[in-house]
Each structure stands twice: as structure tokens, then as C-alpha cells.
């Protein structure tokens, strides 16, 4: 199960961020990913990726060894997770964030986890731009699919 949802907060200290997340995510028994807001044109690109990291994993056909960073190679169309990284992940001075919350057992509660990390929730963060660049970006993923 993945929940998704936007938040703020100004990421000053990637480490620093990265840490908190770890320790919370291993003290909930979850895993959080978190990418740059404005590199996801609507929530919709993120479902599409966490179908399609879903389905990569029950094939055995993922690339990584976990979900957060399959959702985010689908995300970010990319093969290699350094790529990815620097297209989708956090970078000093963001400010929105998109957070993908997953559990194999519980349901998470988001909110809770906003409050725990001190970040606001913001799911508006997510909403997109303009309607084409979703188009193209599903489309870019569905073909990055067809390398793997």
C-alpha cells in the first residue's frame, strides 16, 4: 500500500533530512520516498510509478532493492538510480516535496507522519501545471518500461 501526498518544507541539510526520514521510517516499519515536487506534473505521475515499481517487483523484473527507489526510477523514466536522483530527488533550498508513504502491513496516517518529521502538509504541491506535461511524462515512463 502507498500513500502519496505533497508537503512543505525547506530542505537545507539533504543528510540531515534523509536521517530523519531513515529513523522514522525504520521506528514505523514504512518507507518514505520523497522527491522534488517540481519534477511531478500531478499525483497521477506518481501512481502510475508506484503501479508500475508494484508490478516490476511481483514480476522480479526491479532494478532496485527497494520500493521508494523503483517508484522513483519510474518516476523519473530513468534506468540508473543516480540519474534519477538528480532529476526527482532532494535538492538544498526545495521547498515542496512530494511524499510517497509505503506499508506492507499498516495503513499509514500521514498526517502523523507530517507532524513527526515537523513538515506541513501541502497536497496542492502536487497539483499540475499543465495537462500536456503529464501526457508526456506518462508516456515517457510507459517507454521506459519497454527497455527494462
Do not use: C
Not at 536521517?19 to 520516498?33: R, T
Not at 518516476?75 to 512530494?98: T, Y
Not at 495503513?107 to 497539483?127: C, N
Amino acid at each position: 500500500m502507498a500513500v502519496i501526498i505533497g508537503a512543505r518544507h525547506r530542505i537545507v541539510d539533504i543528510d540531515k533530512t534523509l536521517k530523519a526520514v531513515a529513523d522514522l521510517s525504520a521506528e514505523l516499519g514504512m518507507e518514505i520516498q520523497m522527491l522534488d515536487a517540481n519534477m511531478v506534473f500531478g499525483k497521477e505521475h506518481l501512481v502510475v510509478a508506484v503501479e508500475k515499481a508494484e508490478r516490476a517487483f511481483s514480476q522480479k523484473r526491479n532494478i532496485s532493492k527497494t520500493m521508494g527507489t523503483e517508484i522513483l526510477l519510474y518516476a523519473g523514466a530513468e534506468r540508473q538510480i543516480s540519474k534519477a536522483i538528480e532529476k526527482m530527488g532532494l535538492k538544498p533550498g526545495i521547498e515542496e516535496l512530494a511524499v510517497i508513504i509505503i506499508s506492507q502491513h499498516d495503513h499509514p496516517d500521514p498526517d502523523k507522519i507530517m507532524a513527526e518529521l515537523g513538515w506541513q502538509r501541502d497536497d496542492s504541491v502536487l497539483d499540475p501545471d499543465e495537462e500536456e506535461k503529464i501526457d508526456m511524462i506518462l508516456e515517457k515512463m510507459a517507454l521506459s518500461e519497454l527497455d527494462r
